[in-house]
């Protein structure tokens, strides 16, 4: 989860704030010392914007299929992840991004 937090540019505190979750469970999920529920993975995608599919799977709780044995980049972690976008311009992609599929 620290990888996608960090690919998404967020501090623990501003993944908090995003997904009602506190900072000290979420920093306990990081280090790997509580399992999260499926309730808090969902908010966890939600707040990461990234698909919840994705997100179990790199918890382990579901196997990732064939076809994602090969790491493939979520549109919206490489949108997160550019440094060459101001936060206004990734705001703006993710927006587009959304309202093409239907989020």
Avoid at 16 to 36: F, V
Wanted: hydrophobic share 40%; aromatic share 4%; no cysteine.
């Amino acid at each position: 989860m620290r990888e996608q937090r960090q690919a998404a540019q967020l501090s623990i505190r501003q993944l908090a704030d995003r997904t009602g979750i506190s900072n000290p469970y979420l920093s306990q999920i990081e280090r790997g010392l509580k399992r999260p529920s499926a309730d808090i993975l969902q908010s966890l995608a939600k707040g990461l914007q990234i698909s919840a599919e994705q997100l179990y799977v790199h918890a382990g709780i579901l196997e990732a299929r064939d076809e994602e044995v090969a790491p493939r980049t979520d549109v919206r972690t490489a949108i997160t992840a550019d440094p060459r976008l101001t936060d206004q311009q990734r705001k703006a992609l993710l927006d587009v991004y959304a309202s093409f599929v239907g989020e």
